[in-house]
């Protein structure tokens, strides 16, 4: 027993009185079992009283929104000030999960609408998200596909999980998959082995990706069985979501190096939450916990618009605070991309201080993370190198046959040599209405 004993003690005894040795406490399936979800058992488990009508609030918010709380992410709510607890607030619904915002959206990422078969959404060009789950060890209060919490808690059929490995296979521009849901470590390993086999099994995917929560809210998930099936279809990456520092216990940490020692490289995606993690400080402290434990910080996201999220949320500004309190004053590798994952299906857009201050035909004009402010001399002479897209005339010495057959997308065209777009104009506005008549 390592991080909050006591507690976790306490639990384990109120839960099963019987069982004397705690070992069927880092019994993963023991913790599902017996997961908490309804107030009064919490309250029970926790030795806390809630005030009456509160409760009731609580009660009708689990109706809407259902809770599912893990045994072991529980014992790390400190008893004693539980309405600051950052565990509390990420695990335990509140009544302002109902105070729906006029702009709260239920699909706020429009997933369903980049849909080609269900269970995939083909955004990017080169890589798809793939919902293989419905089912988490932990409802977080703050999920942003919060819409489907509970309502169809099963594992998606075998033929969809099918249909969507056929999609992939018909379709070649697809290198990287990222497995997420619900939690496709809730999958049973050998169900897991199977959908890791036929994708390793595409020529065209050249990586796996695996987006978890299960090593904050349930590592005893992470089995040395679990290990070797993952291990087995390299490169599997995992991304998890440490939302504060107080989640990095021993005994997620013992999860993490299992994983980090079978070759899975680990990164973070923690999301901004108002009351939680709000803090250069406390996201500072988390980070170096983070690559500490060998998991990279990746992204720290905005609050999605999903519905019975807007008290999670903050204005942009803070974290843009944040990322002027990490860039500079840390490790390079130890400061995430701050993104908002834009409204609509534009997909995350990064968002950071400015450091190009000025700009002349002969100087940068750019500041520091101190507020130095420094000037960049630009060169006097530069070859410049004019692509027509084909890396066989060029004098460079990356010869890829394929080159010609990449298509530029965005921005990037209009910077493109090779390609005539001076400007990109939106399908339906009214100018563009009139030129058609
Ligand atoms: C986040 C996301 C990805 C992966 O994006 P990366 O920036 O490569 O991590 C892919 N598809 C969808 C729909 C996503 O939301």
């Excluded at 169809?152 to 990287?176: L, T």
């Excluded at 000025?358 to 006097?380: A, D």
Aim: proline share 7%.
């Amino acid at each position: 027993m390592t991080y909050n004993s006591t507690n976790l003690q306490k639990i384990a005894h109120n839960i099963d009185a019987d069982d004397s040795t705690h070992e069927f406490w880092k019994d993963w399936r023991w913790q599902i079992k017996h997961s908490i979800r309804d107030i009064s058992t919490l309250e029970r488990l926790l030795g806390i009283s809630l005030p009456e009508s509160y409760r009731e609030k609580m009660e009708e918010t689990t109706r809407t929104f259902p809770m599912s709380i893990t045994p072991y992410y529980l014992s790390l709510i400190d008893t004693g000030d539980y309405e600051n607890d950052p565990i509390f607030k990420q695990a335990v619904a509140s009544p302002k999960e109902l105070a729906v915002e006029g702009y709260d959206l239920a699909d706020p990422l429009s997933e369903d609408l980049d849909s080609p078969v269900p269970g995939i959404t083909h955004r990017y060009p080169d890589r798809v998200l793939f919902l293989v789950s419905n089912t988490c060890s932990m409802y977080c209060r703050h999920c942003t596909r919060k819409r489907r919490v509970g309502d169809v808690d099963s594992i998606p059929s075998e033929p969809e999980i099918r249909a969507g490995i056929e999609y992939i296979r018909e379709n070649p521009e697809i290198r990287d998959i990222l497995l997420s849901g619900g939690d496709p470590l809730m999958l049973p390993d050998d169900y897991l082995k199977w959908i890791l086999e036929e994708l390793h099994s595409i020529p065209h995917v050249e990586v796996i990706r695996i987006g978890s929560r299960i090593p904050v809210v349930l590592p005893y998930r992470i089995t040395s069985d679990l290990v070797s099936v993952l291990s087995k279809f390299h490169p599997v990456w995992l991304n998890t979501q440490f939302n504060h520092p107080k989640e990095v216990t021993e005994t997620s940490k013992k999860a993490l190096h299992m994983l980090a020692d079978a070759g899975i490289p680990l990164g973070n995606q923690s999301v901004l939450l108002a009351g939680v993690n709000d803090c250069p400080r406390i996201m500072k402290e988390l980070v170096h916990r983070l690559v500490a434990n060998r998991v990279r910080p990746y992204y720290l996201y905005q609050c999605d618009l999903s519905e019975g999220l807007s008290h999670f949320r903050t204005p942009v500004a803070k974290g843009v605070e944040i990322m002027e309190n990490l860039i500079g004053h840390t490790s390079g590798f130890a400061v995430p991309r701050y993104v908002i994952d834009a409204p609509g299906g534009g997909g995350k857009i990064p968002v950071m201080p400015n450091y190009l201050l000025s700009w002349s035909v002969h100087k940068v004009v750019l500041r520091n993370y101190e507020g130095v402010i420094c000037t960049y001399q630009e060169p006097e002479h530069y070859d410049r190198i004019t692509c027509d897209g084909n890396c066989q005339d060029c004098r460079l010495q990356l010869k890829m046959d394929n080159a010609d057959e990449s298509k530029v997308v965005g921005i990037a065209k209009l910077l493109a040599d090779f390609d005539e777009a001076t400007s990109l104009v939106p399908q339906d506005t009214e100018r563009v209405d009139r030129r058609n008549e």
